[in-house]
T-cell receptor, first 114, second 114 residues
Framework: GAGVSQTPSNKVTEKGKYVELRCDPI?????LYWYRQSLGQGPEFLIYFQGTGAADDSGLPNDRFFAVRPEGSVSTLKIQRTERGDSAVYLC????????????FGEGSRLTVL | AQSVAQPEDQVNVAEGNPLTVKCTYS??????LFWYVQYPNRGLQFLLK??????LVKGSYGFEAEFNKSQTSFHLKKPSALVSDSALYFC????????????FGAGTTVTVRA
């Protein structure tokens, strides 16, 4: 597709369950980012991939959160033992390598933990 | 460390009047500055950026922003606001010494009344 695609758009789960959120970046973009946006706040950095490797995962809140990008394209954000505080919109973005330019964002995956 | 402050949670203007959304930033290196807009149930959309050069940058939908190094500000402006400009606006900054991490402000909700 032309833009960044995220699935599912909405996910409702119960506390303690496991969740996977998928991101399909713009074709040819080697840089991929995950952000989290809570209600009334700006996007908060979680993790950055350059190719297949996580170049910076300093924003992941704890070890329940993990992300992969095994072939350097699609990425999956994985959340174990979900908690109500994990409820937020999870945003994925991509950009060409080495650009000084902007990030291209998907529409996000809204996660609700009951 | 890098950060952005958007001092106003909300800005209300009448259609046809000038619109200003304020942003100040803090970075240790050269600032790369961005403005994004978010419409309801949509992803973040890029408006404009400052990397280097002319302090006044022009972007999409008639928006412009002025970089002021001494005041560490990057205010977003539009000479004549439209009802359709009503949205959530985010300022973001990246330290030019790294090539990836974009930090966002908390956002400003703009309401343009007819």
């Amino acid at each position: 597709g032309a833009g960044v695609s995220q699935t599912p758009s909405n996910k409702v789960t119960e506390k303690g369950k496991y969740v996977e959120l998928r991101c399909d970046p713009i074709s040819g973009h080697t840089a991929l980012y995950w952000y989290r946006q809570s209600l009334g706040q700006g996007p908060e950095f979680l993790i950055y991939f350059q190719g297949t490797g996580a170049a910076d995962d300093s924003g992941l809140p704890n070890d329940r959160f993990f992300a992969v990008r095994p072939e350097g394209s699609v990425s999956t954000l994985k959340i174990q033992r979900t908690e109500r505080g994990d409820s937020a919109v999870y945003l994925c973005a991509s950009s060409p390598t080495g650009s000084t330019g902007e990030l291209f964002f998907g529409e996000g995956s809204r996660l609700t933990v009951l | 460390a890098q950060s952005v402050a958007q001092p106003e949670d909300q800005v209300n203007v009448a259609e046809g009047n000038p619109l200003t959304v304020k942003c100040t930033y803090s970075v240790s290196g050269n600032p790369y500055l961005f403005w994004y807009v978010q419409y309801p149930n949509r992803g973040l959309q890029f408006l404009l950026k400052y990397i280097t050069g002319d302090n006044l940058v022009k972007g999409s939908y008639g928006f412009e922003a002025e970089f002021n190094k001494s005041q560490t500000s990057f205010h977003l402006k539009k000479p004549s606001a439209l009802v359709s400009d009503s949205a959530l606006y985010f300022c973001a900054v990246r330290d030019g010494s790294n090539d990836y991490k974009l930090s966002f402000g908390a956002g400003t909700t703009v309401t343009v009344r007819a």
